[in-house]
């Protein structure tokens, strides 16, 4: 059981806009801290996708947008393209736990 | 060219231990905190802990107090993660990454496969 719960998969059409949430308590994204995204493919490396909750590192298209309000956070993918394919996990810190915290991760797929 | 570079991959027995070793090529090694995050089969990334080395100190998960010891070698830019007491369900991609605590993981290792089999 994550500390952070996400949607097991989420799905889009190309060209439309996907969703991902990513839901906590008041020990982690609602006593203010940041919550960061990353894009996982199989058999690479967890790529970093947005940092600060919504700021896109450099080379990350600004197809990608993070958002949060209250206890949750939101990650948008518009455009949809075949290549967005992948488990996204969002990140923070649970001052309860004294612990990094991520959330269980969602598959996105592309229909 | 910034890049941490691990050891690799390790099959082991259960009740033995594993230690995993990850390079950093970075200016300033003991400026940045460096944390341990796994990923078993099938699972999502669990994050083990994380070493400052500047401070001395390494923060362990609850769940892998008393099973995991993180260090870091200033001296070779190095930090190592031992895990004790292997079990099957220990079997995961280990990864090193730069960062931890409220902080974001913006580099990360190439992941180090350990298999825990009898």
């Known amino acids: 059981q994550s500390v952070l719960t996400q949607p097991p998969s989420v799905s889009g059409a190309p060209g439309q806009r996907a969703t991902i949430s990513c839901t906590g308590s008041s020990s982690n994204i609602g006593a203010g801290y940041d919550v960061h995204w990353y894009q996982h493919l199989p058999g690479t490396v967890p790529k970093l996708l947005i940092y600060g909750t919504t700021h896109r590192p450099s080379g990350v298209p600004d197809r990608f947008s993070g958002s949060k309000s209250a206890t949750s956070a939101s990650l948008a993918v518009t455009g949809l393209q075949a290549e967005d394919e992948a488990d996204y996990y969002c990140h923070s810190y649970d001052d309860s736990l004294s612990a990094v915290v991520f959330g269980g991760g969602t598959k996105l797929t592309v229909l | 060219q910034v890049q941490l570079v691990q050891s690799g991959a390790e099959v082991k027995k259960p009740g033995s231990s594993v230690k995993v070793s990850c390079k950093a090529s970075?200016?300033?090694?003991?400026?940045?905190?460096f944390s341990w995050v796994r990923q078993a089969p099938g699972q999502g990334l669990e994050w083990m802990g994380r070493i400052i080395s500047s401070l001395g100190r390494a923060d362990v998960g609850q769940k892998f107090q008393g099973r995991v010891s993180i260090t870091a070698d200033e001296s070779t830019s190095t930090t190592y993660m031992e895990l004790s007491s292997l079990r099957s369900d220990d079997t995961a991609v280990y990864y090193c990454?730069?960062?931890?605590?409220?902080?974001?993981?913006?580099?990360w290792g190439q992941g180090t496969l350990v298999t825990v089999s009898s």
């Open positions: 990454a730069r960062g931890g605590g409220a902080s974001h993981f913006d580099l």
């Open positions: 970075v200016d300033t090694f003991s400026r940045y905190s």
